[in-house]
């Protein structure tokens, strides 16, 4: 049976249209079948490698100071004085809904499963098989028992997918308190959603912003760049992030993949935009999902910065295990 529409009484706004969530000033994200027609059987698909090794991290318990450890694609563990919080938790072999389907993992998580922290905290931005990972979700509720913050529309899909999880969804604005100390923000992505065939944009997608004691933390999901208005205007509230978590990767063919994945120059402008002190770079290298070669990422970010004068220690392409630290 097809679930519901999760907002069908929602007021209109500015990024709501009585239906769907769409992106206001934005290049249309929707794609037709033709247009992935011409992307499938027009352009080519460089040739990743079936396994990259990583080096796992067994992160602390609790630590002090702010400490982010990638896990791999947007997954991230992000630790704050005692507070533990993951972002878009993908533990599965692959990024789609079927087991023997899809596209499939070439690094392991850089943290195993079993060596999480205690988990308080999950933000998931958006729907995307690569990006809400129910799966994971299930085993995180059963070990952890995280509260797990998302944009609209996600709450009635996790929950009815988790039982006994506690979901709070939020709109672009909305600030959600994880401890006296401690905010999220959901702040605008440039981007869309869909499970199936028949549910597109009718679940909203968002970034976060943490803002913790020892620093402040921007979690981008995925966006595309646009006239980076929304990134500015990030800055102009909440200031310059000690660290942004910022895609990288999935951008090519530039055509077709522009409007919803920045590719990294654009992502050096969002940490221009925002005043981010550093960036990591995320959402490459552990699933293709579009054609550019695996490494091609890297390479780019580094011409980027050296284009826009950045040293290069402050917005570093992740691998998984990798760590970054801001002492207390």
Do not use: C
């Not at 998302?150 to 009635?156: E, M, R, V």
């Amino acid at each position: 049976m097809r679930q519901r529409r999760p907002h069908p009484h929602r007021p209109v706004s500015d990024h709501f249209d009585g239906r769907r969530f769409f992106n206001p000033g934005h290049p249309d994200t929707d794609r037709s079948l033709g247009d992935i027609l011409r992307w499938k059987l027009g352009e080519t698909t460089a040739r990743w490698p079936k396994s990259v090794p990583v080096r796992p991290a067994v992160p602390a318990a609790r630590v002090t100071g702010l400490r982010v450890t990638m896990v791999g694609h947007a997954t991230a563990l992000v630790q704050a004085n005692g507070l533990n919080i993951l972002t878009d938790p993908v533990w599965s072999d692959r990024a789609s809904p079927l087991r023997f389907a899809g596209p499939k993992r070439v690094t392991a998580p850089g943290i195993a499963f079993d060596d999480l922290p205690p988990i308080d905290a999950v933000l998931v931005s958006h729907n995307h098989y690569d990006h809400l990972d129910l799966r994971t979700l299930r085993r995180l509720q059963a070990r952890h028992q995280p509260l797990i913050v998302t944009p609209l529309g996600n709450d009635a899909r996790i929950t009815a997918a988790v039982p006994g999880a506690r979901v709070v969804a939020g709109d672009w604005g909305d600030s959600i308190a994880l401890t006296p100390t401690a905010r999220v923000h959901l702040v605008p992505a440039q981007h869309w959603s869909a499970r199936g065939l028949g549910d597109r944009r009718e679940a909203l997608w968002a970034g976060f912003m943490l803002q913790t004691d020892p620093g402040q933390v921007y979690f981008a999901g995925d966006t595309g760049y646009g006239t980076g208005a929304i990134f500015r205007a990030m800055h102009a509230r909440f200031g310059a992030p000690d660290i942004a978590l910022l895609p990288i990767g999935a951008y090519s063919p530039r055509w077709f993949m522009a409007a919803q994945h920045t590719d990294p120059s654009e992502a050096v402008k969002i940490m221009r935009d925002t005043g981010a002190l550093h960036a990591i770079g995320i959402h490459w290298g552990v699933f293709q999902l579009t054609d550019e070669p695996r490494e091609d990422p890297v390479h780019r970010l580094a011409a980027a910065l050296a284009a826009e004068g950045i040293a290069p220690d402050r917005f570093r392409a992740a691998n998984p295990g990798d760590h970054f630290h801001l002492p207390a």
